[in-house]
């Protein structure tokens, strides 16, 4: 090997592979569904390549994530229709008002009529490990894995489900948190499942995310030029008046609570975010109870060693700046 070889290979950038995803979501209810899709396709360190729904209507919810998909340039990614529970009445379809004209049949991408076996296909023919970031209840991340028991050995699950010590708002954990309350047997059939690994982020750390201030700015200011960033402002627009919790001009100021991008960040990065492993059971009404003899254990994202880094962090990976 020549010298001057040898200095060409030292200094020519490190590649590595990006990882490949796939998004379990219930995305075009609450809005941060739609904020955790453009931050993971954002994410150079991880490979989307599908989005299952799940909850509600399929159709209306794979539509949203069809949509944002197409204006990231990104219909080489998959949707899989999950489970479904019919057309959902107007005043659930908080961000209907954007896919009022768009024909799924058209997206350019794959569009799975059965997204549980697509899911099972995908996972089964991965040569990597898959990593499986659920943001939503998973009845039909549950259902595949009835379906086809052998998946689990080849995913890693990270999720965001959950309530220890914090709750809602950082106040007491009282109330069950809403991806668990919504499906409460199919979490449990997936924490069962035999993942490789489990990581959950509860409300003790994504129910404190937001991003206001000179952050929300930001990417208020981007829009002009950015299309995936104006796609969720959009996005954000038309959700915030048509849910009843909302002020009326609270999304001019800041975002909502951004639950679903912890889970999202921790695909991939670990630094702002102090873990404990738990082991615990999952009441009937939905609460995460710490419990030394429970049938679940997994990584909890319990506490943060540093919020306003992971804010900052996060404007910068969503206008993407790193």
């Known amino acids: 090997m020549t010298f001057r070889f040898l200095v060409l290979l030292l200094m020519a950038p490190v590649v590595f592979a990006a990882t490949p995803v796939v998004l379990s979501t219930d995305i075009a209810g609450d809005i941060d569904d739609t904020w955790a899709l453009a931050h993971l396709l954002r994410s150079p360190e991880l490979d989307l390549k599908m989005v299952l729904t799940e909850t509600g209507e399929a159709r209306y919810r794979g539509s949203l994530a069809a949509?944002?998909?197409?204006?990231?340039?990104?219909?080489?990614?998959?949707?899989?229709l999950g489970l479904s529970s019919g057309v959902m009445p107007d005043?659930?379809?908080?961000?209907g008002p954007w896919i009022r004209d768009y024909d799924l049949d058209a997206y350019p991408g794959m569009v799975h009529e059965d997204g549980l076996q697509a899911f099972i296909d995908f996972v089964r023919a991965s040569e990597e490990i898959v990593t499986v970031i659920a943001i939503g209840p998973v009845p039909s991340l549950a259902a595949a894995i009835?379906?086809?028991?052998?998946?689990?050995?080849?995913?890693?699950?990270?999720?965001?489900?959950?309530?220890?010590?914090?709750?809602y708002g950082g106040g007491p954990a009282d109330d069950p948190?809403?991806?668990?309350?919504?499906?409460?047997?199919?979490l449990r059939t997936?924490?069962?499942?035999?993942?490789?690994?489990?990581?959950?982020?509860?409300?003790?750390?994504?129910?404190?995310v937001n991003l206001s201030g000179e952050n929300y700015q930001r990417i208020w200011q981007a829009v002009g030029d950015d299309a995936l960033m104006r796609a969720v402002i959009e996005n954000y627009c038309i959700w915030a008046p048509r849910v009843p919790w909302m002020k009326c001009d609270f999304f001019t100021q800041a975002s909502s609570t951004l639950f679903d991008d912890v889970a999202v960040y921790m695909a991939y990065g670990d630094d702002f975010i102090a873990y404990e492993t738990i082991r615990f059971h999952i009441t009937d009404e939905g609460k995460t109870i710490r419990d030394p003899q429970g049938p679940h254990v997994a990584d909890i994202a319990i506490d943060w060693k540093d919020l306003p880094g992971f804010r900052d962090w996060l404007t910068g990976r969503l206008l993407g700046e790193h």
């Open 67 to 80: 949509k944002v998909l197409e204006v990231a340039d990104r219909t080489d990614v998959d949707i899989a």
């Open 190 to 208: 997936v924490l069962d499942a035999g993942f490789q690994s489990i990581k959950l982020t509860p409300l003790d750390t994504c129910g404190l």
């Open 91 to 95: 005043e659930d379809r908080h961000q």
């Open 177 to 186: 948190e809403y991806n668990v309350r919504a499906a409460v047997p199919a």
């Open 146 to 167: 009835e379906r086809a028991p052998d998946i689990a050995a080849k995913c890693r699950l990270f999720g965001m489900h959950g309530a220890f010590d914090k709750g």
